[in-house]
């Protein structure tokens, strides 16, 4: 059954993880069309499932424990608010999707054959497009991993978190090491050089010295990507208040800066290339789902407490919104029955909005922002240009606060960031502290 419903979506015999193949790693990765028309047709799309089987103790995700998730609700309030927003959207091609969560791996391989079939009918869906899906070791056996490359799945991103018992036990992980290293095994099989591990790094008790072990030990496991992310203690998690009680101790924030830049250096001993504060890839197996979000692309966000950017062309709208779903899965399901979407909140962004966005995540980029990124919005009429004079030279300097009008009028203007700018980041949303991040002092360079 599933595999009829992969051939219908997918109808060339050879599909693959879709890559930046043309680009050797070092290389700087493509900028999004300056064609702001065909940029209003084009979104990726995030679909969120909620539940997970334990609450980690360090995530304050939108996450809910159930033992009894109805499977064929969640299946059909996701497909019914997939419709609703491709219709408003009028999005003619999805670009990449992405199912993240919560543990998408505990759906059911129908459940997201059903979503992609219903992208499939209402746009265009590539043969090769990308789709990931979020997995923890302890949800996904060999046979259910076929089942979500059947479906329609194309690339993996597995939450192996850290190879170290204790750690993960700290963390509150419900996998071990055996598990995580057994389910990398068999990723790698199924999906060959499109298979990601997420790893966390400054973790109560941890030193350098066993960091770099570890992150030695993953590279002999690993495939083409891997994400690293700083560990954060949030309010209102059991880690915090374990912290807070003294019950664990973090290392200092030395340490974790001096973890961070080992690790840069050993991958990239390994062949990893960084393009991403957090993301490492080789043979140009980067994510394009997070290139989309980096680069100021529109994204459809469906499923509880999903967040999403478009102009919603089908209500008679023309500008962007940035939008956020109900958070509660039964209040979200109610809402999707009744108004065919569970939209709890939408914005209008300004033209300003969206470039302060544009610069917080594109920064994260080692390639950093280059004038066609913005382009698409600087040349819409009405928006306001005042000139603003540039070195001529380039050169490293210290900007308080960045004029977005020398972003607008310097054709020739690339930003990126400094080595001593950067920095890893916890997996956070997109909309977090954006306008916050725009507005701190930090050292930039630009070049001509």
């Not at 204790?166 to 990723?187: F, M, P």
């Not at 912290?243 to 800066?257: G, I, T």
């Not at 966000?301 to 919603?312: D, I, L, M, T, Y």
């Not at 920064?363 to 240009?385: I, K, S």
């Amino acid at each position: 059954m599933l595999g009829k419903v992969a051939l219908r979506l997918f109808p060339r015999p050879a599909r693959r993880c879709l890559r930046a193949e043309s680009q050797c790693p070092g290389e700087p990765l493509a900028q999004p069309t300056s064609d702001y028309g065909e940029v209003l047709h084009r979104a990726s799309l995030y679909v969120h499932w909620p539940f997970c089987k334990r609450r980690c103790t360090y995530c304050n995700f939108n996450k809910y424990i159930s033992p009894n998730v109805d499977h064929n609700a969640m299946r059909d309030g996701l497909v019914q608010e997939t419709e609703t927003l491709l219709r408003d959207s009028q999005v003619k091609e999805i670009t990449s999707v992405f199912f993240g969560g919560g543990t998408p791996s505990l759906a059911k391989p129908s459940t997201i054959a059903s979503i992609l079939e219903t992208v499939a009918k209402a746009s265009c869906l590539s043969h090769n497009v990308e789709v990931t899906l979020e997995a923890n070791p302890t949800s996904v056996s060999t046979s259910k991993l076929a089942e979500f490359k059947k479906a329609g799945v194309t690339r993996i991103s597995i939450g192996i978190q850290a190879l170290r018992n204790y750690d993960l036990k700290i963390l509150g992980r419900d996998h071990t090491v055996q598990e995580a290293v057994w389910s990398l095994e068999e990723a790698r099989k199924l999906y060959p050089g499109c298979t990601s591990v997420d790893i966390i790094f400054g973790r109560p008790g941890q030193s350098l010295e066993l960091w770099e072990e570890e992150l030695e030990e993953i590279l002999t496991l690993c495939d083409h990507h891997v994400s690293l992310y700083q560990l954060t203690l949030e309010r209102g998690t059991a880690l915090f208040k374990q912290v807070q009680e003294k019950v664990v101790s973090m290392p200092e924030q030395d340490v974790v800066a001096n973890m961070y830049h080992a690790a840069r250096s050993i991958l990239e001993k390994a062949g990893f290339h960084q393009y991403e504060v957090s993301n490492f890839a080789k043979n140009g197996a980067v994510s394009l789902h997070n290139l989309g979000y980096w680069k100021g692309m529109q994204y459809l966000g469906v499923g509880p407490g999903a967040h999403g950017r478009f102009v919603p062309w089908g209500e008679g709208k023309t500008q962007r919104e940035a939008r956020i779903q109900t958070l509660e899965p039964n209040n979200w399901l109610r809402e999707v029955r009744q108004f065919g979407h569970g939209t709890r909140k939408r914005v209008q962004q300004s033209e300003l909005d969206i470039l302060e966005e544009m610069l917080v995540m594109g920064l994260r980029m080692n390639e950093g922002l280059a004038h066609q990124g913005f382009a698409m919005f600087v040349e819409r009429p009405g928006f306001p240009r005042q000139p603003t004079a540039l070195p001529s030279t380039p050169a490293t300097t210290f900007i308080p606060e960045l004029s977005f009008s020398m972003l607008l009028t310097c054709s020739s203007l690339k930003l990126v960031r400094t080595e001593t700018n950067i920095s890893s980041h916890s997996r956070t949303g997109t909309d977090n502290g954006l306008k916050k991040e725009c507005s701190r002092k930090c050292n930039w360079k630009y070049t001509k």
